[in-house]
Nanobody, 115 residues
């Protein structure tokens, strides 16, 4: 049974930092794309960042230079270091693991950026 467990969310002031982590279990994910999405209240879910099995990284434009995605292939974890956070980063963040024929989602974790 595949399980994704997210941790590290919370509340910070603008300019602050948070680090999200996602631990995946239940199968081998070395060939999968791992990444993060987010959904702000009243808005559709949007892609934030992904890292492939070979280490290729992509970010959505709004987080470039502020967020850093990383992956531990041995531990099946993916992390998102979020610096210089802005109020518009407030959302529920979801971990995603995407293969050719299947994909999996975490339960979501709240990130709130407010004065």
């Amino acid at each position: 049974q595949v399980q994704l467990v997210e941790s590290g969310g919370g509340s910070v002031h603008p300019g602050g930092s948070l680090r999200l982590s996602c631990a995946a279990s239940g199968k081998t994910f070395s060939g999968y794309v791992m990444g993060w999405y987010r959904q702000a209240r009243g808005k559709p879910r949007e892609w934030v960042a992904t890292i492939t099995g070979s280490g290729q990284i992509r970010y959505t434009d709004s987080v470039k230079g502020r967020f850093t995605i990383s992956r531990d292939y041995d531990k099946n974890t993916v992390s998102l270091q979020m610096d210089n956070l802005r109020p518009e980063d407030t959302a529920v963040y979801y971990c995603n693991v995407d293969g050719l024929i299947d994909d999996f989602w975490g339960q979501g974790i709240q990130v709130t950026v407010a004065s």
